[in-house]
């Protein structure tokens, strides 16, 4: 058997035309969280001014050398960028994918 | 093998839009349905046997390269290799492959085998087959790719740790979004349970020496859409070795071996004078081929820093920023021409079996990033 007989997908098509999904013009509510143990709260807008919200690195040192430990963002407010994880301390993220912007081969 | 230029679907923009194909199009055109591919049963046999029988001598390949410890040859850093051996011989998870072939007088020759980051599958698997329901549903197609990604992921269920099965690729192209949720579709429908997370979004925890995602949860299975030589030389890439959970990453990491083009004279080293490989030789001799033969680097992605080299002479080459880690030296073969166009089979291996495929055409000799993805159909 060379054929497909039927193909149905679950999950594709909805994903990716949302990457190209149309702005409506009409501002939105926006609600974010730079640490995932840490509440929603409304965002500062950002959208008539290109809809870029900035998110830095922050760590702290410890003996082994600087360790980064999440991400705030100005256009989020505090209470949102720092959790209550009591693990939060140890893990640390970004060590992976700064080799490229495009994986196809 | 026979090439015919047809009038596109009208709507087809809509129409490939509507399954998920949102990549088909960029500055040239990616998606092209203006001409297609009609191959015999007899030449689809003939691709299909050899897709089987160069899995298997690949196979035997990275037996014979971790037995003979060979891994300076390929530039695996001595540290990644027990990695790489634990996963060979635990027989860790593996779905899926591309052998790269030139199809001249009927005999495919592998160019290279895509075995770690493959792309195109989404291309391969859905976007021609529905192409084909529309342009001639009585015809077939060499394409059982989505039935044997559900397949194999329900096989490897049981040999996947009990804990979700996370899905990760990088940010800001769609491309490699698409192939990487494609996958994850299948596992879905497989009945697995899957989460996904951008590569930069990994997190390692130190005290716990384990890999997690956003919300802090264990990873222990993981799909990467994220080649090897990039992993093992970043921050978290020697962490790999040290967490805790020996997490599953598909594709294991004796992959890189395969992935490498420095199996290419290993194949031939093993198999020499098969009827699917090139002759192919290290630089120490690259004098058997005289003065034609192709230079690869042995690390490299989408025809980048090729040289095509005839009585000494390079007739045609590509820039790029590979090389340093060496380069193999390859026989010629020229993808077979139709009106200045030359087309190259991938060949798909899911599991371990043949599954399909896909064709990329481009306007040179070396198919780089300009190629273009063209359906076919068994006469």
């Not at chain 2, 820039?319 to 087309?343: A, M, T, W």
Request: with cysteine.
């Amino acid at each position: 058997m060379k054929k497909s007989k039927f193909i149905q997908l679950v999950l594709v098509a909805a994903t990716i035309s949302s990457c190209n999904s149309v702005n409506s013009g009409r501002e939105r509510k926006i609600y974010m969280r730079s640490d995932t143990t840490a509440k929603y709260t409304q965002t500062r807008s950002y959208l008539n001014h290109g809809g870029f919200y900035a998110f830095r690195p922050f760590g702290v040192i410890t003996p082994n050398g600087y360790r980064r430990t999440g991400y705030y963002s100005s256009g989020i407010h505090e209470s949102s960028s720092f959790g209550t994880s009591s693990s939060r301390s140890s893990v640390s993220r970004a060590g992976f994918g700064r080799s490229a912007f495009h994986v196809s081969s | 093998m026979k090439r015919h230029i047809i009038k596109p679907r009208n709507n087809w923009q809509n129409r490939v839009e509507n399954i998920g194909f949102n990549f088909h199009s960029s500055d040239v055109p990616y998606w092209d349905e203006s001409v297609y591919y009609e191959f015999s049963m007899a030449e689809i046999e003939t691709i299909e046997s050899a897709t089987a029988e160069l899995w298997e001598m690949c196979i035997n390949a990275v037996q014979h390269v971790i037995d003979n410890k060979l891994y300076n040859q390929f530039c695996i850093p001595q540290w990644a290799v027990p990695h790489i051996e634990d996963t060979w011989n635990n027989d860790a998870p593996s779905i899926y492959g591309r052998f790269d072939f030139s199809f001249n007088n009927g005999v495919p020759k592998l160019l290279e085998f895509n075995a770690d980051t493959p792309t195109s599958l989404f291309e391969s698997s859905v976007v021609q087959w529905y192409w084909l329901q529309d342009f001639d549903s009585n015809k077939d197609q060499f394409n059982s790719i989505h039935e044997k990604l559900v397949e194999y992921w329900k096989y490897l269920k049981e040999y996947l740790y009990d804990y979700t099965l996370h899905f990760t690729t990088i940010k800001d192209t769609v491309e490699d979004l698409t192939t990487t949720e494609y996958l994850r579709d299948c596992a879905i429908q497989a009945g697995l349970d899957t989460k996904f997370i951008f590569i930069d979004e990994i997190g390692w925890d130190n005290d716990a020496s384990e890999f997690v995602d956003v919300e802090n949860n264990s990873i222990r299975n993981i799909f990467k859409l994220y080649p090897y030589e990039w992993l093992f030389n970043e921050d978290f890439g020697k962490n790999i070795l040290v967490d805790k959970n020996k997490t599953f990453w598909i594709e294991p990491s004796w992959k890189m071996i395969l992935s490498n083009k420095a199996i290419l004279p290993i194949l031939w080293e093993l198999y020499k004078g098969h009827p699917n490989l090139l002759e192919c030789y290290f630089e120490s001799e690259k004098y058997l081929l005289g003065f034609n033969y192709v230079k690869k680097p042995i690390l490299s992605r989408e025809g980048a820093n090729i040289q095509i080299v005839r009585r000494g002479d390079i007739i045609q080459e590509t820039s790029g920023e590979y090389g340093d880690e060496g380069f193999i030296y390859q026989e010629i073969s020229i993808l077979p021409e139709f009106d200045k166009n030359y087309p190259l089979i991938g060949s798909w291996v899911i599991g371990q079996q043949p599954a399909g495929i896909g064709i990329r055409e481009s306007s040179d000799l070396i198919t780089g990033n300009l190629s273009r993805f063209v359906p076919h159909l068994i006469s």
